[in-house]
């Protein structure tokens, strides 16, 4: 076999690996059924974070509404408008695209298969320049994640006003993975919760410019901490498992982003949750129902779609209170997180 | 310019060289495998894929057997088991080597992946419980040093392994027979296989040794820095190896400085919590040092003459 023969060889087989990995879930029979195409972002289904919680809700509607399912991961930013595609051709009747990172792909492919249902996590159908096209075939799916930032704000602020926290440096801090609304929502509500609760603490913010290598937030969280830090909010997706990591090994607190990250590490007090599984699975049953609309539907704790959850400590019980008395207030509309991180 | 007074104020602390120390580390023992590989005469651009192989196999071995060195050990053969498909595609086969090097890293970015749903299914791969982790090990005495103590000294045993390995390529390179033959295979094999030489045999040894070296490197940050296996979490460190190998000259010595430099550039990013400036400037800086440092001082690289080239016996 000649050189270039072999050469085609090595490229063939390198595609037909990429098609192997792109393999996808399908279940339920093929009666006349919703068709569901869940795609992906970069994150893929491991990153125990909201692609993980999308296919959750995926799961229960297939469960609940025997709709069919199908999922592609995307393995690059340009996998989103063919992925999408896919679905769309084959008049899947709802196409959902999971994450900011795809508002563009989603903006794109919606236009071009108006009959088809989108929804979008976090995000809208939007053109390259980031404006919403307003296609009335897209539903977006907002999370007002301020609401669950600001839940494990107050814990961590009042964790120092009341000498509670391993050191009392009265400094807490956030890694974010790229300063992206999503993301900075969560440390808008963290920040502002925590001042609320005790206004001399220190609250640094640090990008770690990544989503998927924990080596990289956990530097961050690391010089945080040589900052004083001593309560940790990651909101990085897999990558802020390596803050989890670094609070553990220095002996302070942190807390999870997304789902319970409880089992991440026993230096995890907390976790600010967004129920993407639940907005997932609304969107479904929208469709199922035909409900379905355009447009912006959010997910807040007024409607339990965001929230927190207690790990690994026990809470003082005044701690306890006054997080039932800002959740109460924030679901009455008595108290707003701002989205935007305070100065 | 508050910014160029921070980090100054940073440079001088010990806390940002012990960070930049790992982030070196991690990119030190790829790009020594790529110096190995390359000298003997085979390009080697898969020590990402080999890298990223490594770190799953090490959390799966880690999770079944709880013993890190055993997990150390499993992560190094399957290193090394990708990089023998890239010497039998490249020196048996003689194919392209650059397209052989970029299947291998398609190949683990999908393998990985395909091993994590067949085995942990959608749920968490798991965690490996710091006890079971690659341990951070304080050397008597020398730890106590100021500054130096807690750079060098304060740090996971990987960090002192892959210093001992630094010294040990650079004198078997350049103080050995073993190392001058490599290098004669990478300069001009028809002449070192006249001088007796088994081409074949050297090519094979150095391009396994650099992906036992990644395997290496893909077990420390998965099991001593993350503790867990995140898809794709090598993010390109594979291809920054590359560089500093070529910045290094395709010299051991010279990719360590050059892994230094991309390290610190890491841990200065690192503190973008506390650095007044953007961050996105501050992420560009290891990149605008290097093309500075390989425009204004390192100047021409050359690399070894017969890289890349697949050799044939009898052939000239």
């Excluded at chain 1, 008049?91 to 508002?103: K, S, W």
């Excluded at chain 2, 028809?190 to 070296?213: H, P």
């Amino acid at each position: 076999m000649g050189r270039s023969q072999l050469r085609y060889l090595a490229l063939v087989g390198a595609v037909l690996m990429v098609v192997a990995a792109c393999g996808s879930t399908s279940s339920g029979p093929a009666a006349k059924q919703v068709k569901v195409g869940l795609v992906t972002d970069i994150g893929g289904l491991n990153d125990k974070s909201f692609n993980h919680l999308a296919y959750v809700g995926l799961q229960k509607a297939i469960a609940d509404f025997n709709v069919k399912g199908e999922v592609t991961e995307s393995k690059t930013g340009d996998d989103y408008v063919p992925n999408l595609t896919n679905f769309a051709s084959k008049n899947y009747d709802l196409v959902i695209g999971v994450g900011f990172l795809m508002q563009e792909a989603v903006g794109k492919v919606s236009g071009s298969f108006p009959k088809v249902h989108f929804a979008i996590i976090d995000g809208a159908g939007t053109d390259a320049s980031g404006k919403d096209l307003q296609h009335s075939n897209v539903q977006s799916l907002f999370f007002k994640e301020q609401d669950a930032g600001a839940m494990v704000g107050v814990i961590a602020g009042m964790l120092e006003k009341n000498k509670k926290a391993p050191g009392n440096t009265n400094v807490i801090s956030a890694v974010g993975g790229v300063s992206i609304p999503p993301v900075n929502h969560y440390i808008a509500g963290f920040k502002w919760a925590a001042t609320m609760e005790d206004p001399g603490i220190k609250v640094l913010i640090g990008y770690s410019n990544n989503f998927t290598d924990p080596a990289k937030c956990k530097s961050v969280a690391q010089s945080q901490i040589g900052q004083k830090s001593e309560i940790l909010f990651q909101v990085a997706g897999g990558c802020g498992l390596g803050v989890l990591q670094a609070a553990g090994q220095a002996k302070v607190y942190s807390i999870g982003v997304d789902a319970d990250q409880k089992d991440a590490d026993a230096s995890v007090i907390a976790s600010a949750l967004k129920k993407v599984d639940q907005a997932t699975y609304t969107a479904i049953k929208n469709v199922v129902n035909n409900q379905f609309q355009g447009g912006a539907l959010t997910f807040s704790i007024a409607n339990n779609g965001a929230g927190y959850s207690l790990d690994n400590i026990q809470l003082p019980s005044d701690i306890q209170a006054e997080l039932d008395k800002v959740q109460a207030a924030i679901k009455a509309g008595s108290m707003t997180p701002p989205a935007d991180i305070p100065a | 310019m508050s910014a160029i007074t921070d980090i100054l104020q940073l440079l001088v602390t010990a806390n940002l060289w012990q960070v930049a120390m790992v982030s070196a580390v991690l990119l030190l023992l790829p790009a020594l495998g790529g110096v190995i590989s390359e000298r003997s005469g085979v390009v080697n651009i898969a020590m990402e894929g080999m890298m990223l192989t490594g770190a799953f196999f090490a959390v799966w071995a880690d999770l079944n057997w709880h013993s890190p060195w055993i997990a150390v050990l499993v992560a190094m053969i399957a290193g090394g088991l990708m990089a023998l498909i890239h010497a039998v595609v490249s020196i048996r086969f003689r194919a392209d080597q650059i397209v052989s090097g970029i299947a291998i890293n398609i190949f683990a970015a999908g393998l990985t992946v395909y091993l994590v749903r067949t085995i942990y299914g959608l749920q968490d791969v798991g965690h490996v419980v710091p006890a079971e982790a690659l341990p951070t090990w304080d050397v008597p005495l020398l730890s106590a040093i100021p500054f130096i103590g807690k750079v060098v000294f304060q740090q996971n045993v990987v960090v002192y392994i892959a210093l001992i390995v630094l010294v040990l390529v650079e004198i078997v390179l350049f103080r050995t027979r073993l190392g001058l033959r490599i290098r004669a295979v990478g300069e001009h094999p028809q002449a070192a296989d006249t001088a007796g030489l088994n081409v074949y045999v050297i090519r094979y040894g150095a391009v396994i040794t650099s992906g036992l070296l990644s395997g290496l490197a893909g077990a420390f940050l998965a099991i001593g820095v993350s503790n867990t296996f995140v898809p794709n979490m090598t993010d390109g460190r594979g291809y920054i190896a590359l560089a500093a190998m070529i910045f290094g000259k395709w010299t051991p010595r010279g990719a360590f400085v050059a892994c230094i430099i991309f390290g610190l550039g890491e841990a200065i990013y690192a503190n973008n919590s506390t650095i007044h400036v953007s961050q996105y400037l501050l992420s560009m800086l290891p990149y605008l040092i290097t093309l500075v440092v390989l425009a204004g001082l390192v100047g021409r690289s050359t690399p070894p003459a017969a890289d890349g080239i697949p050799y044939a016996a009898g052939s000239e």
